[in-house]
């Protein structure tokens, strides 16, 4: 029963699965997320993460159901109005994927600060949707001290709108796009170097020659050109194309004199840019061993932090300033033999890298008092094999962004110098915002948030509110009085095609954060459904 059970699991998650494996699908399933409001934006979110299987959701939301929330929110029908929004959402949402737990609670989340703030902290991320602005920050401050994440998301009219805030996130597989391979070739760890002697390309016969791996052909060739150019790797284009010209005359010819057909040397002149690429260590791992959460451990200090030490500690005795082996090589031309004997240098190679990384692990665990499986050794392999490319993100928490003497000026101040840049509609939006605490509407709404096309009165209220917003952070900056239309004109409708575009961001940025896979952004993303933009900026 067990063993059909997962073969379902597995039909059913198949592309999700070869995206982030199962330890990703496992932390998805292992998560409770948090969504404050069943809007149109709110319920695309949660549909783009119930789907993929996230463990359990909670909808807060204090709102009944009316006409405007069925005109735009496809998880709402006619049946709902006058209902609670929350537990209407959830039941229709739950629909999508039995195996997820939905849950509701019938409160405004302002109620639920002032009466239980930690009901908060038990939830794996907090997605706040269109939420007032005081709201965002009395409950970002509470979700910054607990330390968790906290995803801010709003449609307004044409404007989609995420923040992110989290004091610190971790990545160990981030996913890098072309990513260049750890072959070592300018400088052979043992084990290869016993494998490279072992071909002897002048001697061998006509199939072996033309199945021999590329990185055999390209490391044979790299002891020649060392002998003639004093041990020195080629460096300059120059230099690589007399490299390449190198292993062109290597290809065996006919009784003709005609070069052979062997598509492993042509591999070989390909690959050459990629085979001498030093791996260096980069910019954000050096930050990361020189942080102070890896120089001092303590009985707090999180897994990721302990692996980075242990890393540290590799690289600065058995790997001579080099990262573990990642222990992967490319599909190339070759007989099954050779690849997989290649393949198998490399993999031993790493496992033997990973073992040393993990006893001093298990080392500063005992030095904690923990026991020494706290961290297992799946887990420092997996980390090892991604050493190149671990990331620590930090963002701003709301109240820095918010506050006087902390506003990021300069980056706003460059990006308006185009007037139309993505950051005028932050500013809108913040302004639109400071229009809403002196008036309890938004501009071009009515007392109870009605779309009021008399928008007139409201343009010179909101261009107030714009030049006091400017005038405030003392940004020298203009904001064309079409965007002050536009925005009244808006009436702080929530259109589904933006709340869907907004969901499925959103959902995205979410997984990462709960993976701790891929890169999620930092810190504010906005999005132009008019000019079909987007941008992201750190504020």
Known sequence: MRMENKTNKEQRYDRQLRLWGDHGQDALENAHVCVINATASGTEILKNLVLPGIGAFTIVDGHKVTGEDVGNNFFLSCESIGKSRAQAATELLQELNTDVSGNFVEEDADKLLDNDQEFFHRFSLVIGVELPESVCVRLGDVLWKAGVPFLVCRTYGLVGYMRLAVKEHTVVESHPDNALEDLRLEEPFTE?????????????????????????????????????????????????????QLIREGVRKNESGTPEDEENFDEAVKNVNTALNPIK?????????????????????????????????FVQNEGNGKLPLRGTIPDMIADSDKFINLQNVYREKAMQDAAVVARYVESHLQSLGKPPESISEQDIKLFCKNAAFLRVIHCRSLAEEHGVESLRKDEITSCMDNPDSEMVLY???????????????????????????????????????????????????????????????????????????????????????ITHQFVPFNNTFIYNAMAQTSATFQL
């Open 427 to 513: 500013l809108m939006l913040r302004s639109v915002d400071r229009f809403y605490q002196q008036h309890s509407r938004y501009p071009g709404t009515a007392e109870h948030g009605v779309y009021n096309y008399q928008v007139e009165e409201d343009i010179s209220k909101l261009k107030v509110c714009v030049n006091s917003l400017l005038q405030e952070y003392s940004l020298n900056v203009n904001v064309k009085d079409d965007y002050i239309h536009e925005f009244c004109r808006y009436g702080a409708a929530e259109p589904h095609t933006v709340a869907a575009f907004l969901g499925g961001a959103a959902a995205q940025e979410a997984i990462k954060l």
């Open 192 to 244: 290869l170097k016993h494998h490279i002697s072992s071909y002897d390309l002048d001697n061998m016969e006509k199939k072996d020659h033309s199945h021999t791996p590329w990185i055999i052909i390209i490391a044979k060739y790299l002891e020649k050109w060392y002998s003639e150019h004093d041990f020195q790797l080629p460096k300059n284009y120059k230099e690589k194309e007399a490299f390449r």
């Open 281 to 313: 260590i980069n910019s954000s791992v050096e930050e990361i061993f020189s942080s102070e959460q890896c120089e001092n451990l303590t009985s707090q200090t999180p897994p990721f932090w302990l692996m980075a030490r242990g890393l540290r500690d």
